[in-house]
């Protein structure tokens, strides 16, 4: 039988991300960096203690093997992610510019256009 999840509210990255209402907010992306970071020295430590017993076979230590490689994907796709945010918020503010400059250009051209009539 499973033991009980956790309650989410009470977690600190649920409160940040209350506070921020975004996951992109840089203190919770160091949040999750840490907690992975947390877990996969743990996880590696455990699996050291196995090594060194020579119990390498024992299905905990499969078992937290594992977890060390879902541990390091997660890590990986924690940093894909956020780069991709930081990747499409410049993008994002490139084009706000862009569209600025352009707006720009619209309205001296329609000033332009309007002497020209008289």
Known sequence: M???????????????????????NGN??????QSLETYDIALRRLFKNFEDKKM????????????????????FYTETVYDEATAITDENTRLKEENRN?????????????????
Do not use: G
Not at 7 to 17: A, D, K, R, S, T
Not at 28 to 33: A, G, I, R, T
Not at 103 to 118: A, G, H, I, M, W
């Open 2 to 24: 499973l033991s009980n999840k956790p309650e989410i509210n009470l977690l600190p990255i649920y409160v940040m991300f209350k506070d921020s209402k975004s996951i992109f």
């Open 28 to 33: 919770v992306y160091l949040e999750v960096k």
């Open 56 to 75: 390498t076979d024992n299905p905990l230590a499969t078992l937290t093997e594992s977890a060390i490689y879902s541990v390091a994907e997660l890590e």
């Open 102 to 118: 352009l707006r720009e250009q619209v309205y001296k051209l329609k000033l332009l256009n309007q002497s020209l009539k008289f």
